[in-house]
Nanobody, 115 residues
Framework: QVQLVESGGGLVQPGGSLRLSCVAS????????MSWHRQAPGKERELIAR????????NYADSVKGRFTISRDNGKNTVYLQMNSLKPEDTAVYYC????????WGQGTQVTVSS
């Protein structure tokens, strides 16, 4: 069956870095655009980064541009989110999403930025 499993979240101090991973199975990963979303307590889920199926096109929300980098390895069925210069307002549950004619979500991983 389709699975998207995120990992790499945790507690980090402001200014620190984390790398999230999302491993996909059960569908043809290389044909799907992939994205990262996040949802903070009391807020709506927001799109923060997207990468095309071949990895040639990336897009970012203004709130993370210049600090976060999305990448993918189609040989490993994995999409990554490198997060640098983290701020307390980056605290949220982070989700990966696979998008094509169908969409799939992962279960999320918690990122907490606090001193």
């Amino acid at each position: 069956q389709v699975q998207l499993v995120e990992s790499g979240g945790g507690l980090v101090q402001p200014g620190g870095s984390l790398r999230l991973s999302c491993v996909a199975s059960g569908f043809t990963f290389s044909t799907y655009h992939m994205s990262w979303h996040r949802q903070a307590p009391g807020k709506e889920r927001e799109l923060i980064a997207r990468i095309s199926s071949a990895g040639s096109v990336t897009n970012y929300a203004d709130s993370v541009k210049g600090r976060f980098t999305i990448s993918r390895d189609n040989g490993k069925n994995t999409v990554y989110l490198q997060m640098n210069s983290l701020k307390p307002e980056d605290t949220a549950v982070y989700y990966c999403k696979a998008e094509s004619y169908q969409s799939y979500w992962g279960q999320g991983t918690q990122v907490t930025v606090s001193s």
